[in-house]
């Protein structure tokens, strides 16, 4: 039976006080009692799942079929982001997107006047990137080496779950922005009322993929107490292509059913179908850095 207290240090707050949560994949999960956030421990050896085929096929089991065409359908979503942003006259400068991919988001920024950056761990996809002219550094944030407050606006679009460390990640974005700049965050939600419903059934939980699942309350509480103020806090949907639908659900739950029937919404006139999705087990979230270290 599994020790309810396990003397573990939350990756986050540093609290010592964490739960087991569940079994997953062969992967174990703590909550944190303090700041909520709840995280795979042990880390796994190797994150290396982000090569080729995670861009392009998902063939083991992670990641897209092919990411550029099932972001298509996230475009009116992504200038949404821009558009709240801008609301907070924020509307030009420097932005840096973490775990850019191949740029797709950065275009679309690019077009609303920014001046773009990227960072990205795979180098498949970030020379993908680079190919088409963008400015992409491939590695972790932390390894980038940029000059201090050199941002106006980081934006985080379903990463932060990705990361190993999310308190290093964070600590570096605060560093590279400046005073009066913004962090941009989407991010699966571990507090809400779907991911709750089902517990360790949750869709996005995704060992090795995802390792760390935040909720508003764990973002801003640690955030807070760090030289940020939350500004927006809201939940946006998605829109999806059938394909990336049905390969989520086979990584759910493993029925061969879903592979085939996104192999088949892959091809052709297929491929273009798409529909919105908001289970709101998703939140957004904007926060202004006020220190100016």
């Not at 932060?160 to 939600?189: F, Q």
């Not at 029925?255 to 273009?272: E, P």
Request: charged share 20%; net charge positive; proline share 4%.
């Amino acid at each position: 039976m599994e020790n309810d207290m396990e003397k573990i240090n939350c990756p986050l707050c540093d609290n010592t006080f964490v739960n087991f949560f569940s079994n997953k994949k062969n992967y174990k999960l703590y909550k944190c009692q303090k700041c909520k956030l709840l995280f795979v421990y042990p880390l796994p050896i190797s994150l290396d799942v982000y090569d080729k085929t995670y861009f392009s096929g998902a063939d083991k089991g992670f990641g897209y079929v092919d990411y550029d065409l099932d972001k298509q359908p996230m475009i009116p979503v992504f200038k949404k982001y821009l558009e709240i942003i801008s609301s907070l006259g924020i509307k030009k400068g420097k932005l840096l997107d973490v775990g850019c991919a191949t740029g797709f988001f950065m275009n679309i920024a690019k077009d609303f006047g920014f001046e773009v950056y990227g960072v990205e761990m795979s180098d498949f996809a970030a020379q993908k990137g680079r190919d088409a002219g963008l400015n992409i550094i491939t590695g972790p944030l932390e390894g980038s080496n940029y000059p201090d407050s050199h941002f106006d606006v980081i934006t985080m679009c379903d990463v932060l779950e990705h990361v190993s460390s999310p308190k290093d990640v964070l600590a570096e974005a605060k560093r590279i922005l400046k005073k009066g700049g913004v962090l941009m965050v989407n991010t699966p939600d571990s507090e809400s009322l779907w991911s709750r419903l089902f517990g360790s059934r949750w869709h996005l939980i995704l060992p090795p993929e995802h390792l760390h699942y935040f909720s508003p309350f764990t973002l801003n509480y640690y955030l807070s107490n760090h030289g940020f103020k939350t500004m927006i806090n809201t939940k946006i949907g998605k829109l999806f292509t059938f394909q990336y639908i049905f390969i989520m659900l086979y990584k759910w739950q493993g029925l061969k059913i879903w592979q085939t029937m996104s192999s088949f919404f892959s091809k052709g006139y297929f491929s273009r179908f798409f529909i919105p999705i908001n289970l709101y087990d998703n939140f957004f979230m904007i926060l202004k850095k006020t220190d100016e270290q």
